[in-house]
């Protein structure tokens, strides 16, 4: 908990595995599998299949991510209150032509970030 609080961004197995030098790896991993099934953390995956963690938005502010396909990078992104609005809007209209009550929503876009180009 100690290591995803202090990166304040999402972060990997391995980073947490190097900044807690005390803990196993199969530790760290078991503990995130708890604090996941717990609600506490959400699992991003990201290009090249890693996978990053980070504090569930009841513990955060609500934001979205950019999510680089090629080197994983995870950027998060805070829209304003208007656009955020229109998206919920937008949202809940498609859930309720599907029939379904949307609780709340979580956005990943995929593509490259400025380090790996556009190619």
């Known amino acids: ?17 190097v900044s807690a030098p005390g803990l196993a790896p199969s530790s760290v991993y078991r503990n995130l599998d708890v604090l996941e099934r717990s609600g506490v953390v ?4 990201a290009g ?3 996978a990053y963690f ?7 502010s609500h934001h979205h991510h950019l ?4 080197c994983g990078s995870i950027e998060d992104v805070f829209l304003d209150d208007e656009l955020e609005a229109s998206v919920d809007r937008s949202l809940a209209e498609v ?9 709340r929503h979580s956005l990943d876009l995929h593509g490259r970030c400025a380090g ?3 190619g």
């Open 1 to 17: 908990v100690e290591a995803i609080l202090a990166a304040g961004q999402p972060v990997t197995l391995p980073d947490i595995v």
């Open 42 to 45: 959400n699992r991003i995956t």
């Open 48 to 50: 090249g299949g890693h």
């Open 54 to 60: 980070e504090f569930a938005e009841p513990l955060l």
């Open 67 to 70: 999510v680089c396909v090629d």
């Open 95 to 103: 859930a309720g032509r599907a029939g379904f009550t949307p609780l």
């Open 116 to 118: 790996c180009g556009s």
